[in-house]
């Protein structure tokens, strides 16, 4: 096993009692969201202006629902996580694989989240350069799962994160309609 990976699941192994748990549910994705997507975004916004042509209501109603249902998505996965025992923070994970709820349908329904809010939020000021530089991290951690974190989770819950692999798209859910 990679050295590295052996020593983030030891880093992992640390406990938190539980408030400090909960001061990581609550603080974590006001930072992450204002910081990781938002702030890009925004930097984005201010520095190159590249219209995406959806000025009016249309668009802002639009970009309103996106960002909505990728806030929504992302609490669903906050409150499955808490459930689970962790939080959405690498540094305190969960202690079982959760495959209830997004995650029945897609690994990663977090990053699906983050990736609604930004392009909603793009939508919402009609700024194909906000959506560009807001989908940085996001595409950036898209690699980060699949060279370190898929490793960690194998080698932390084997044979269950395996199975869980095998059956569940990575990203984008499989659509059956009957």
Same mark, same amino acid.
């Given at each position: 096993?990679? @050295? $590295? ?5 030891? !880093? ?9 748990? @909960? ?14 997507? !938002?702030?890009?975004?925004?930097? +984005?916004?201010?520095? !190159? ?6 000025? +009016?209501?249309?668009?802002? =109603?639009?970009? /309103? /629902? ?7 998505? =992302? ?52 700024? /194909? ?6 989908? #940085?991290?996001?595409?950036? $951690? /898209?690699? $980060? ?15 269950? =994160?395996?199975? =869980? ?6 990203? #984008?859910?499989?659509?059956? !309609?009957?």
């Amino acid at each position: 096993m990679n @050295r $590295y990976i052996e020593q983030h699941i030891r !880093f992992q192994k640390r406990t938190f009692n539980k408030w400090g748990r @909960r001061v990581l549910i609550v603080t974590f994705p006001v930072v992450f969201i204002l910081s990781f997507l !938002f702030a890009p975004g925004w930097w +984005g916004f201010q520095r !190159f202006l590249i219209p995406m042509g959806l000025g +009016g209501a249309a668009g802002w =109603y639009a970009g /309103l /629902l996106i960002s909505a249902s990728g806030v929504g998505l =992302y609490l669903w996965t906050i409150v499955l996580f808490a459930k689970a025992r962790g939080t959405q923070v690498p540094v305190a994970p969960t202690q079982t694989v959760v495959t209830s709820g997004p995650y029945a349908v897609s690994r990663n329904p977090m990053l699906t989240s983050a990736i609604f809010m930004v392009c909603g939020a793009g939508m919402l000021f009609n700024s /194909l350069s906000f959506m560009l530089a807001g989908l #940085v991290v996001p595409t950036s $951690y /898209l690699i $980060y799962i699949k060279l370190v974190e898929e490793a960690e989770l194998e080698a932390r819950f084997g044979e269950a =994160y395996l199975s =869980y692999k095998k059956s569940t798209p990575f990203i #984008v859910p499989k659509m059956r !309609f009957w």
